[in-house]
């Protein structure tokens, strides 16, 4: 996508010596493809290949995934073998290539990953991306239906934060 390879040159252009340099360095030896998707999804927490699938529309994420884990050091397991987690350096670059993306493109990655979220059952994290993408009302929809297991881990500030978003009604 124009947008993504935009974004990128502008934060080459933008960024710090030490950003310029990391950002370079990974960009440079990446397929432009593999940078595009890195940057579609850099919003995540954890990455798993069909929520990468429905996010970037590309049927290879599984293929993409598994090179980027050989060829970089900025993909990690984490929960299982199907889910994985960006560095925390990488995250951070790519998050702000991400959001020099058009508002447009930002809503409907946003979006995406809110609806195969909320169809696997993460319903808090398919909230907020439902919130970043503008659906307002699904994202206090969902909320609601994780409000009960957000109690159970006894995570009280968490169920504060999504009730100051509900409206009084």
């Not at 993409?64 to 990690?76: K, V």
Request: charged share 25%; with cysteine; proline share 4%.
């Amino acid at each position: 996508q124009a947008s993504v390879r935009e974004a990128v040159s502008t934060m080459l252009v933008h960024s710090g010596d030490s950003h310029r340099f990391f950002v370079e360095s990974l960009l440079q030896r990446l397929d432009p493809s593999d940078a595009e998707f890195l940057v579609a999804v850099s919003f995540l927490d954890a990455l798993h290949p069909d929520l990468c699938r429905a996010i970037t529309g590309r049927e290879d994420s599984p293929e993409i995934l598994e090179r980027l884990c050989e060829l970089t050091p900025i993909l990690t397991d984490a929960v299982d073998g199907s889910w994985l987690r960006l560095n925390a350096l990488a995250r951070e670059f790519l998050g702000e290539m991400f959001e020099a993306l058009p508002e447009n493109d930002k809503r409907r990655y946003y979006g995406a990953a809110a609806d195969w979220l909320a169809s696997h059952g993460f319903h808090e994290e398919a909230a907020r991306r439902a919130l970043s993408s503008g659906q307002d009302q699904l994202a206090l929809d969902l909320a609601e239906r994780s409000l009960y297991d957000i109690y159970l881990t006894g995570q009280v500030s968490r169920i504060a934060q999504w009730l100051d978003r509900l409206p009084i009604d």
